[in-house]
């Protein structure tokens, strides 16, 4: 695809005969600061304060070519534009331009899907965020045995503002490999940070400032030990925390009154209690 150059060829001829005179210039000046300085040297009719302007004329037309030469190597560039071409092979997914289509620069007139491995793109909610290069499952929408494994390339850094989610792009194997483009993809991912969430009261939890833990009780001795957690969601009644097995009772109310060592007693269960 092609731009129409005819306007940026007559501004690349403008900006090279602004080169042309601005080495005339050049030229020109560095006569007269040459003729000026032989003139001092021998003591002539010339003056210093005439050969400093002279000099001064010398130094503004060397900038001037430097930048007259500095613009026709910008214009000279834009030329090279014209031509757009892909930064790698691909097929044309979609075409926004038509033509004689008047179009701004960093407009976009082509949508192209490089060539290689098909790439699933899914838009994760903020309390997931699973490790670049990690694995997850693949299956086409429709379709009978497409499906495999799929690897995250890349997850973007800020959420979407409106929606507030993070784009993910997964690099799809197997048979999902062989999708057609613009198919709908399921990516199953195992959270395994949730997998070992426990769900505990949240008056069990006690947060001091300096620390954050629930009190475990040992069966045995029925006394309570200090457990350091890690908050990863907060409900209604209850949180979920790591640090802790599933199976190990807790200290329900009053975290703020223990200390380790306390004996605790565990109240009975009543079946059908309101």
Known sequence: MRVD?????????????????????????????????????????????????AKAALDTATAQLAAAQAEAEVAENATRYTTLLADSDGTV????GDPGQVVAAGQTVVR??????????????????????????????????????ARLRQISDSADPQTRTYEA??????????????????????????????SVPVGSILDD????????????????????????????????????EVGQQVVALGAHLLENGTTVRVAAQQEGAE
């Open 5 to 53: 150059e005819a306007d940026l060829q007559l501004a690349l001829t403008a900006r090279l005969n602004a080169v042309t005179a601005a080495r005339a210039v050049l030229i020109q000046a560095q006569a007269d600061e040459k003729r000026y300085a032989t003139l001092v040297k021998n003591g002539l009719a010339a003056t210093p304060q005439r050969y400093e302007q």
């Open 93 to 96: 997914v979609e075409t926004l």
């Open 112 to 149: 192209l899907a490089k060539a290689g491995p098909r790439e699933a793109v899914v838009w994760l909610p903020e309390t997931l965020r699973p490790e670049v290069g990690s694995e997850a499952q693949a299956s086409v929408y429709g379709s009978n045995g497409l499906s495999g494994n």
């Open 169 to 198: 792009r997964y690099v799809l194997d197997g048979n999902a490999g062989s999708a057609p483009l613009g198919s709908t993809v399921t990516i199953r991912i195992q959270d395994v940070d949730r997998q070992s969430e426990v």
């Open 209 to 244: 400032g300096s620390r954050t833990g629930v009190w475990v009780i040992d069966r045995t001795s029925s006394s309570v030990k200090f457990t350091p957690i890690d908050v990863k969601r907060i409900g209604e009644e209850n949180a979920f925390v790591t640090g802790i």
